[in-house]
């Protein structure tokens, strides 16, 4: 064990020896406190650089103050017009949605919006904005001044703008018949089947732009059943989905299949298919966790499995897209850029062609062109494909790092969704020590989200179960109401156990109508059994948090573990489906591999025990919606440094005072509940050095010292150290 410097009074240090000067031990006698000086709160640095013009649309900012901040103050976005918070993220239209973390150092801000920006869009932030409501502040209480700042997106994801390959002259008139099965692969694990319903059988016909007409068309299936198409902006389509390949199978089987087109002045057109079975393996790209760290400046090359059909049909395809939908790369590329053989398990993605910081969407497509008819003179061209596609995320590193190996890529939900959650904040801040969390113990939130596409959310209310009405108002892209307790009772109080009804409404649609019967939280508060062994952890080896059991369990109920780096990213998530990570709400404990974490660092864990509940009409509005009440539990873990040197955590010594019985008085302040030991010297040399009581920090990451050890002789040096 090394044994580190002392901290100075007033220093953001932890390897100086810090004095109180004879003047001021002198006034005690004058009853006269010293107080020591502070240095001014500053911002040190803010990520994407003020100016910058290159960001990333997902990347957020990260900001790092030059002090330990004022962590019990939570980060609260300004809603226009309804609450005036802490800091402002706004693009010209208005302000954003973002989602604001501490990082576990106290010391760094991120802001991360919800969606992906658009290219090319600037960006401005603003912290403490006139009118802030609780805002930012230092640990030791020094004000934040109001700071503001921009950047842009960049205009372009990358790419290469030969990949988009021009319309020819003449376009004539087409059409496709397609059977697809949609997967997801989250991890190295082998790709799921999309939510919802992955598989579909569409046909599509498209009229040329200087025509014929296209009047209609129809289908008819090997059981001769027959399926108009019908018309769909300036399309006849023919679109059904299917909840899994059986279902599409047994409804859409293969075998021989008739399509029939019907355009102005033209005889009808009489196609003949023969539709095979869906092709055997699954795409899966084999260097999945490579993928999720590119190094942008360098050439990638994106591995899978082998397609082994062997039909004369067989197509592999990759695709990639950026955050806004825009596809910047596409092999084989139908204007010649590039080829790919069916047979091929790789492909390079050239150096430059991605930005860094990036998160692409990518898909791998095993197909059988079956069908394929080059336009004769009546202009009429067609393909028909059954294909299977895994679809999979691609990140690139940017200046700030890898990114979060946890990190699960959820599909977009573009459908629109309500949640009402619940939920009561607890700190773990010693073994057998659980308090109520500081800041925000107790909240109540309630949102409604609009699809996509529309109809947009236009308005709504909450009745509570003794008949009181809270309108909701407007937030993003749909209605959100927060409510904020001082403790347990206070919210029970506003927002008790009961029965409520929430109605909205939608852009052209009646009111709608949600019942929501609210049970009273889980009465069972997560506690970390094995707290102290979590502040010492080896990052080389694996880790068992161990809790104490969810008892009384409800309803619904479930256990998340959630770990975070001190920027507040996620390097591990259990239950994760993304990682085949399942967690049982009956588990006492989780074992997390070795290697999650980084020597000498401090990590922040949330705990959850809570029940997820479906409203009973939840169908009845068209929305899917949930309850999600639940408790959860803050804690600490800290990673000791290579070889079991540890380099101590950085300590602040500031506030100084000498009371009116002449006892001296100080604060220091850290890292949530971390533990420091407290000596006293005559020498700035450490000699003579007396030990002081140990300390442990509250979940504010502070502590007040009182020197009553002794008789003081001036000067006397202070500091604060850790194992």
């Not at 690139?396 to 790092?401: A, D, K, N, V």
């Not at 156990?497 to 889980?522: K, M």
């Amino acid at each position: 064990m090394s044994t580190p410097g002392p901290a100075a009074i007033g220093s953001a240090g932890h390897r100086r020896w810090g004095r109180w000067r004879a003047a001021c031990l002198a006034s005690v006698l004058g009853v006269t406190a010293c107080i020591a000086s502070q240095s001014e709160l500053q911002l040190l640095s803010a990520s994407p650089p003020i100016g910058a013009t290159n960001a990333a649309p997902g990347g957020g900012v990260v900001l790092v103050f030059n002090q330990p901040m004022d962590t019990t103050v939570p980060p609260l976005a300004t809603i226009p017009g309804v609450f005036a918070g802490n800091h402002e993220v706004a693009l010209p239209a208005g302000p954003i949605a973002v989602s604001g973390s501490w990082g576990a150092d106290r010391r760094t801000l991120v802001l991360r919006p919800d969606a992906a920006i658009p290219l090319g869009t600037p960006v401005t932030w603003t912290l403490n904005p006139e009118g802030a409501s609780r805002p930012l502040r230092s640990a030791v209480g020094q004000p934040l001044p109001t700071l503001t700042g921009g950047f842009r997106i960049a205009p372009d994801a990358g790419g290469d703008a030969s990949d988009d390959c021009p319309p020819p002259d003449t376009v004539p008139s087409t059409y496709t018949v397609s059977k697809l099965i949609q997967y997801r692969q989250h991890s190295s694990a082998d790709p799921v089947l999309l939510t919802g319903n992955p598989a579909f059988f569409g046909v599509t016909v498209q009229p040329a732009a200087g025509g014929p007409e296209v009047l209609g068309g129809s289908v008819t299936a090997p059981d001769g059943s027959l399926w108009d198409l019908a018309p769909e902006f300036g399309q006849f389509r023919l679109l059904e989905t299917y909840p899994t390949l059986p279902a599409l199978d047994a409804a859409r089987p293969p075998g021989a299949y008739t399509l029939r087109i019907h355009r102005r002045g033209s005889p009808e057109r009489v196609i003949p298919l023969t539709l095979p079975p869906a092709p055997g393996p699954v795409p899966k790209v084999a260097n999945y966790d490579e993928a999720q760290s590119v190094d942008a400046a360098r050439d990638f090359t994106l591995r899978w499995n082998l397609f082994t059909s062997g039909d004369a049909g067989a197509l592999v395809r990759v695709i990639l897209s950026d955050e806004s939908g825009g596809r910047l790369f596409l092999a084989p590329d139908a204007c010649g850029l590039r080829t790919l053989d069916p047979a091929a398990d790789s492909i390079v993605i050239p150096a430059g062609l991605l930005r860094p910081g990036f998160t692409y969407q990518g898909q791998l497509v095993f197909a059988l062109n079956f069908h394929k008819a080059t336009h004769d003179a009546g202009r009429l061209a067609g393909n028909g494909f059954v294909q299977r596609v895994t679809s999979f995320s691609l990140r690139t590193r940017g200046s700030s790092g890898e990114p979060p190996r946890d990190w699960c890529a959820v599909d977009s939900f573009r459908n629109g969704s309500y949640l009402f959650v619940k939920r009561l904040a607890h700190c773990q801040i010693a073994s057998d020590r659980v308090a109520p969390a500081s800041g925000v113990p107790a909240f109540v939130g309630i949102t409604v989200q609009g699809p996509a596409e529309g109809p947009e959310v236009t308005g709504g209310a909450l009745t509570l179960p003794d008949g009181t009405v809270r309108e909701i108002p407007p937030h993003s892209d749909g209605i959100m109401l927060a409510a904020f307790g001082a403790d347990e009772p206070a919210l029970d109080l506003e927002f008790p156990p009961g029965d409520y009804a929430l109605r909205f409404t939608q852009a052209g649609f009646p009111e709608q109508n949600v019942s929501l019967v609210i049970p009273a939280a889980p009465a069972a508060i997560p506690r970390i059994l094995n707290f102290a062994a979590a502040q010492d952890l080896d990052a080389s080896a694996e880790f068992t948090l161990e809790w104490e059991p969810f008892t009384s369990q409800p309803s619904g109920s479930f256990i998340q573990l959630s770990l975070f780096d001190r920027l507040g990213n996620l390097v591990f998530l259990s239950p994760n489906a993304c990682a085949s990570r399942s967690l049982s709400p009956g588990a006492t404990s989780v074992t997390i591999p070795a290697g999650t974490f980084r020597p000498g660092e401090v990590y922040e864990g949330l705990l959850v025990f809570g029940a997820a509940l479906s409203p009973a009409n939840q169908r009845s509005p068209g929305l899917p919606g949930n309850l999600r009440i639940q408790r959860s539990t803050t804690f600490s873990l800290r990673a000791r440094d290579p070889g079991g040197t540890h380099q101590g955590i950085p300590a602040d010594l500031s506030a100084l005072r000498i009371r009116p019985d002449g006892i001296p008085e100080f604060r220091v302040s850290g890292p949530a509940h971390a533990s420091f030991r407290l000596q006293r010297a005559s020498e700035l040399s450490g000699s003579n050095s007396v030990s002081l009581p140990s300390i442990q920090l509250d979940a504010a990451g502070t502590a007040v010292v009182e020197d009553a050890a002794g008789v003081l002789e001036a000067p006397a040096w202070y500091r604060a150290w850790s194992d």
